[in-house]
Structures are given as structure tokens and as C-alpha cells.
């Protein structure tokens, strides 16, 4: 992430973005930048539409910035519209697929053992405890440093790594035999 002067805040230039001061906007978005990607990423699961998504959802967020109230948290409202702009995206290139494949039989065993495995998954993931789905969550989907998490959710790194190991053992514990199952999908 590029950083920001340190003594500017986020908040502090989307303030001055709302204005119409377009430096403020610009380094905001340069911050935020690898974080809306990542975001896309997840929703997407292609790396090739990743910044088309990523520069849609700076035009809305251009367009948009009057509506987001400042009493309120910014990432939740921002990452809304970076998952929007990714799956409108995703409609738009919605690859084409053969009417071979259309009409070949379901892999029924492979696909129900994965409708399992995932239940399975939202199970064990349902166990964790609050702070472990948090930094879990950060780290692995979102794929932020320890550093970046342990800011976010304003704890200490070390807690932060603590959280994420004994989640990832907890959930290597519940899934048991379908992480076999989940791997090779």
C-alpha cells in the first residue's frame, strides 16, 4: 500500500475528496489501491479482470463520495462497492462455454461430496471464536499482512498470529476428511 503522510488520515482526505479537492482523492485511492484489488480478486477469482472491476469501482466511488455518511465505518461501504463493480464484471465477461459442456452429464459423487465439504467448511468456520474468523479472515481471504490486520482490528501482531494459528488448527481439526476433497477441487 502507498503510504499516507502520517499526519493525514484516511477520513481526513476523503473529507477534503468530498470537497472536490482531487490531490486528497487521488492519494487516497494509490492507498487503498491493492486493497480493492484484493477484494476484487476474492470476488472474482481471476487475476484478468481484477483492474477493470478495481477502476469501476473507483468511478463510483468518485461519483458516489457525497453519499457515505462520515458517522459511519468507510471500508465496510467501500468494499460493497468494490464486491458490486467485481460482479458486474463478471456478468460482462462471463466466459462462453461450449453446448458440449451444456450438455454433459453432472458429476454428481464430485458435486455433492463439494456441497458437503463447503457445509463442512461453514461449520468449522461457525466454531471459531469471533477474533480467530476476524484475523483468519484478514489474513488468508483478504490476504493482508499481520501488521495490516493487527491495525485494523487494533490488536497486537502477535495476538493477531496467535488468532490465525490456533484457527487454522481448529478447522484442520473439524474438517478432518473432507480437506482432501476441498484440495483437489
Known sequence: MASIDPTESETTLLQ???EGDA???ERFCRHRFAWMRRIALL???QAALVDDAV???MVQLINHLHRWDPTRPFEPWLATIVRNSARQQ???WRPWSPLVERFTAPRLD???DLQRAATATLKAFATLSPGQRQALYHVDMLELSVAEVA?????NPSTVRVQVHKARKKLRHHLGDWRTVLEIS
Open 16 to 18: 477534503a475528496a468530498r
Open 55 to 57: 477502476q469501476d469501482a
Open 23 to 25: 490531490p486528497s482523492l
Open 151 to 155: 491495525e485494523l482490528l487494533e490488536m
Open 110 to 112: 464430485t458435486d455433492l
Open 90 to 92: 463478471r456478468r460482462r
Open 43 to 45: 470476488e472474482l477469482g
